[in-house]
């Protein structure tokens, strides 16, 4: 992601008489880019987290310049006075690493036997496995070692587990570097991600929302594993449906889950698709606009309103800018402080003024179904407090 943020190359200028190469596209974006977060700030590259939260608020043009550039989000936050508490606490850090390390124990056994019995019922259960060393020097190293471990296991007719592998995505044109926890390679080729999380699963249930984002992100891996084997021939087969492993119920035992992640990759890609045009969110900007940290709260609360925002509650678990998206929605009285859902049933009522003069009938279209539905339900709220109020005058008389 270094490249992907970098700014133009610096130096003395070109040698006399030699005329300078031409500023490409890409360059200018670069340099662009590098301005708005400021020229001695270095880049915050993405990570599998950020680029599958872009995917559950792609209608976010704030989110998708500010990962674009690179900016901190958390360090702006702060100095924002809206400080972020969005993150995994140490405990649940500790207690994620310790489930992880519970399942991979034996050489990944149990692991490649939920694979089996989840995923693939028709191979031969898993024996005698494989686990390839990764290690290599840096985030291009590890991802050159993975590649190659994963071309040796496709051949290779046997089950192969890789142990936090690292695979790059193409972001607008560089590379964002991923570590998944696990990628199983079967015997017949194909390829599974693997996501580890410590929330559990009770009563043969988890957590929708959770649930959710890890399938959102598990999507990355698999965007990232197609565009490595379509360089493969013949290219392996990428399974769209992955193995989520969980803590079952209140102990630390783990069960699994086959997630189909079509739908999320399909989303990712073209949230992804639209980080090409981020050049487009930029030329919008008024000239000088910075969202460097050390710049004054007035000027950077500037800068990040002369981007439009798209909150909605569910930023407050992906997003480190969500205070303070959610003060200025509610101050401008935004129905999205209320949820996407009833954003979507209000139609063109944007703010709770306009729904409020919508119920009352002193705005507001009576043919639109959600101007007649809000006067409809405020005439059943006037009715039933009518009536509940006659019943305490009686009950006094």
């Given at each position: 992601?270094?490249?992907?943020?970098?700014?133009?190359?610096?130096?003395?200028g070109?040698?006399?008489?030699?005329?300078?190469?031409?500023?490409?596209?890409?360059?200018?974006?670069?340099?662009?880019?590098?301005?708005?977060?400021?020229?001695?700030?270095?880049?915050?590259?993405?990570?599998?987290?950020?680029?599958?939260?872009?995917?559950?608020?792609?209608?976010?043009?704030?989110?998708?310049?500010?990962?674009?550039a690179?900016?901190?989000?958390?360090?702006?936050?702060?100095?924002?006075?809206?400080?972020?508490?969005?993150?995994?606490?140490?405990?649940?850090?500790?207690?994620?690493?310790?489930?992880?390390?519970?399942?991979?124990?034996?050489?990944?056994?149990?692991?490649?036997?939920?694979?089996?019995?989840?995923?693939?019922?028709?191979?031969?259960?898993?024996?005698d496995?494989?686990?390839?060393d990764?290690?290599?020097?840096?985030p291009?190293?590890?991802?050159?070692?993975?590649?190659?471990?994963?071309?040796?296991?496709?051949?290779?007719?046997?089950?192969?587990?890789?142990?936090?592998?690292?695979?790059?995505?193409?972001?607008?044109g560089?590379?964002?570097?991923?570590?998944?926890?696990a990628?199983?390679?079967?015997?017949?080729?194909?390829?599974?991600?693997?996501?580890?999380?410590?929330?559990?699963?009770?009563?043969?249930?988890?957590?929708?929302?959770?649930?959710?984002?890890?399938?959102?992100?598990?999507?990355?891996?698999?965007?990232?594993?197609?565009?490595?084997?379509?360089?493969?021939?013949?290219?392996?087969?990428?399974?769209?449906?992955?193995?989520?492993?969980?803590?079952?119920?209140?102990?630390?035992?783990?069960?699994?889950?086959a997630?189909?992640?079509?739908?999320?990759?399909?989303?990712?890609?073209?949230?992804?698709?639209?980080?090409?045009?981020?050049e487009?969110?930029?030329?919008?900007?008024?000239?000088?606009?910075?969202?460097?940290?050390?710049?004054?709260?007035?000027?950077?609360t500037?800068?990040?309103?002369?981007?439009?925002?798209?909150?909605?509650?569910?930023?407050l678990?992906?997003?480190?800018?969500?205070?303070?998206?959610?003060?200025?929605?509610?101050?401008?009285?935004?129905?999205?402080?209320?949820?996407?859902?009833a954003?979507?049933?209000?139609?063109?009522?944007?703010?709770?003024?306009?729904?409020?003069?919508?119920?009352?009938g002193?705005?507001g279209?009576?043919?639109?179904?959600?101007?007649?539905?809000?006067?409809?339900?405020?005439?059943?709220?006037?009715?039933?407090?009518?009536?509940?109020?006659?019943t305490?005058?009686?009950?006094c008389?």
């Open positions: 992601m270094s490249d992907f943020h970098a700014s133009a190359t610096s130096g003395s070109p040698e006399p008489g030699r005329t300078p190469p031409p500023r490409t596209r890409e360059t200018a974006l670069r340099h662009r880019l590098a301005e708005l977060r400021g020229p001695d700030v270095p880049p915050k590259a993405l990570d599998a987290r950020a680029l599958a939260a872009l995917a559950a608020n792609p209608g976010c043009r704030r989110r998708a310049i500010l990962d674009g690179g900016v901190d989000k958390t360090s702006l936050a702060s100095a924002l006075g809206a400080p972020s508490v969005f993150g995994q606490s140490q405990f649940a850090f500790v207690r994620g690493n310790a489930f992880e390390a519970r399942v991979k124990a034996d050489g990944g056994a149990e692991l490649l036997r939920l694979v089996h019995e989840k995923l693939d019922r028709g191979a031969e259960p898993p024996r496995t494989r686990a390839p990764l290690s290599a020097d840096g291009r190293g590890r991802t050159a070692r993975t590649e190659l471990a994963l071309r040796e296991a496709t051949g290779a007719a046997a089950w192969t587990l890789l142990d936090h592998p690292m695979l790059a995505l193409d972001v607008a560089s590379p964002a570097f991923l570590e998944p926890d990628v199983v390679v079967h015997p017949d080729g194909s390829w599974t991600v693997v996501e580890i999380k410590s929330f559990p699963v009770l009563d043969g249930s988890a957590d929708p929302a959770k649930v959710g984002a890890a399938a959102r992100q598990a999507a990355v891996y698999v965007l990232a594993l197609e565009e490595l084997a379509a360089r493969l021939r013949p290219a392996p087969r990428v399974r769209h449906r992955v193995l989520l492993v969980c803590p079952e119920d209140f102990s630390n035992l783990p069960t699994a889950a997630v189909d992640v079509r739908k999320q990759r399909a989303v990712t890609a073209r949230q992804l698709a639209r980080l090409t045009r981020i487009e969110i930029a030329d919008a900007l008024p000239e000088g606009t910075c969202f460097a940290p050390d710049r004054p709260a007035e000027e950077l500037a800068a990040v309103e002369a981007v439009p925002a798209a909150y909605a509650p569910e930023c678990s992906a997003c480190e800018l969500a205070f303070h998206c959610r003060a200025r929605s509610r101050a401008a009285g935004a129905v999205t402080t209320l949820g996407r859902q954003r979507a049933e209000l139609g063109g009522l944007a703010t709770v003024d306009d729904v409020l003069a919508a119920a009352d002193a705005a279209d009576p043919d639109d179904p959600a101007v007649a539905a809000l006067r409809r339900a405020a005439e059943l709220r006037a009715e039933a407090l009518g009536a509940r109020a006659g305490r005058e009686a009950a008389r």
